[in-house]
């Protein structure tokens, strides 16, 4: 077994404290490849903001588990490089059975999360009380989940939202013990969050539900996922060069700025990153047909995806400075 502290990485105990006392969110970003992991680590030492690698159960298969280890522990040494020791926390994203946690707990995660959610009431308390009581063992951190994001990413896919019903928190909370809650309340997974009409605008997120969870859960850490807001001068880059991706919507950033100054103290970004890479990638091969080194391409996406994540840090999620 390798502990996540032979790796250099926290557990995500302390920063959801920090978090919530002074009213940000913590930066979850979902990596698959070196240039995305990159951008994440240069981004977050620029601005001084502690971050989530978050890894999906498909993210995983794709990098391997064993390579995950060292890009994790080389995140730590190449933020110390870039001249700061920001904390890092490396998180499984939306896991769906005790033994993937348990095998990413033993390969050094220092967080994971069970997402028993799709399952009836008592089979999730069951399920993520079962993960609790392994990961507690090893110190580290589990996220769990009531109610159901709409959309599709990765392996995570559902029709419909069903809204966290608040009258169950407390119940789920202590009789699991997990450390943090993700809840739904309007956020939706992948690029089409939303489908509108002309003339439509999204609707808001149901933040009746977060303060009702708030009131039921006093100082307990809440996670939002599927929080990309589509940034809509990226998707017309994307088209502009070769794509087509039409009526595209995500939650506004204004929303969740307001948010992350609440109890949701970790805000999970993954589809806006994928569309920056996609932009920065069709841009080159648009404008440069005969390109072929992977270099050329994957490094300006590299740069596009850094400032996107620097924006998010500063300007939505409000945790520069914080590490």
Avoid: W
Avoid at 31 to 41: P, T, V
Avoid at 91 to 109: A, N
Avoid at 281 to 286: M, N, P
Wanted: some cysteine; overall charge negative.
């Amino acid at each position: 077994m390798t502990h996540y502290k032979e790796l250099g990485l926290v557990n995500s105990r302390e920063l959801f404290k920090k978090a919530m006392a002074g009213g940000y969110a913590i930066p979850a970003f979902n990596f698959n490849n070196l240039e995305q992991l990159q951008a994440i680590i240069s981004a977050c030492v620029e601005t001084k903001s502690p971050v989530i690698l978050q890894v999906s159960k498909g993210a995983r298969k794709y990098a391997n588990q064993t390579l995950l280890q060292y890009l994790a522990k080389g995140a730590v040494e190449y933020a110390k490089e870039l001249g700061y020791a920001i904390p890092i926390v490396l998180h499984l994203d939306h896991g769906d059975s005790f033994e993937l946690c348990k095998s990413c707990i033993e390969t050094g995660f220092s967080s994971v999360m069970i997402d028993g959610s799709h399952l009836p009431y008592e089979e999730n308390v069951k399920l993520t009380r079962q993960v609790v009581d392994f990961a507690h063992q090893y110190d580290v951190t589990v996220e769990g989940e009531l109610g159901v994001l709409a959309g599709i990413e990765d392996e995570v896919s559902s029709e419909h939202t069903h809204y966290t019903r608040p009258e169950e928190v407390e119940d789920f909370v202590s009789r699991t013990g997990v450390d943090s809650l993700a809840i739904s309340i309007g956020t939706s997974h992948g690029a089409y969050k939303f489908k509108l009409k002309p003339g439509e605008t999204v609707p808001p997120l149901r933040f009746d539900i977060l303060e009702e969870v708030e009131k039921r859960l006093p100082g307990f850490p809440i996670v939002l996922h599927g929080a990309s807001s589509v940034p809509q001068e990226i998707v017309d880059e994307i088209n502009r060069y070769g794509g087509k991706l039409e009526n595209t919507a995500g939650v506004p950033e204004e929303q969740l700025r307001r948010a992350a100054s609440s109890a949701v103290c970790k805000i999970n970004i993954d589809s806006d990153g994928r569309l920056a890479v996609t932009a920065a990638i069709r841009k080159v091969f648009y404008e440069k047909p005969s390109e072929f080194d992977p270099r050329n391409y994957l490094g300006p996406a590299r740069e596009k995806l850094k400032e996107l994540y620097k924006h998010k840090i500063i300007n939505v999620l409000g945790s520069a400075g914080k590490a």
